[in-house]
């Protein structure tokens, strides 16, 4: 999973093989995470009924995965919904899930440092960009940032932002109204 921070850069961290600063700089980037998540979601879902038939993952352990993957989905969903002040209602994130997701998105993390090594010269652009946005959603998940990770804090500045923004479309309302 991770390097030490002693052993990176200052102001970096290395995951499996990947140097990005700390905490990374697409942490906020929403829009990018959603994307990302929903082309994880897609992978599995289209991946994992041949790993089934293949006897590569159990039948419950790839509705697990989806199940959590979907979560995650939902989660940046009701982000970046509640930030641009829609009433989207909770997303019951538990301790259970969050781990569960910081070792699923840990083995993505593995996946994406392996094709990094592989890559002989400089990375592309798209898999630097996948690997940034799957550290990023990692880093948002990760217990050191408290309940529920990073997230949480998120999860609060959306509700404001969204408030902030319900507010200035009713004083919009109201001026246009005198």
Known sequence: MTTPHAEAPQG??????????????ARYNHDDMLEQAKAMLATRERNFPMMVQRREISGDEAKRTLDLFGLIVADLEWIIA????????????????????????????????????ETRGPVSKKLSDQAHDVIALRWNYDPEHGPIGAMGEMHRNAILTGKCRHQARLQQKRSDAS
Do not use: H, Q, Y
């Open 12 to 25: 970096f961290r290395i995951w499996s093989g990947i140097i990005c600063p700390e905490p990374p700089s």
């Open 82 to 117: 509640t930030k641009d002040g829609k009433d989207a209602g909770p997303i019951p994130i538990t301790e259970a899930d969050r781990a569960a997701i910081c070792a699923e998105l840990d083995n993505s993390v593995d996946v994406l440092g392996a094709m990094f090594r």
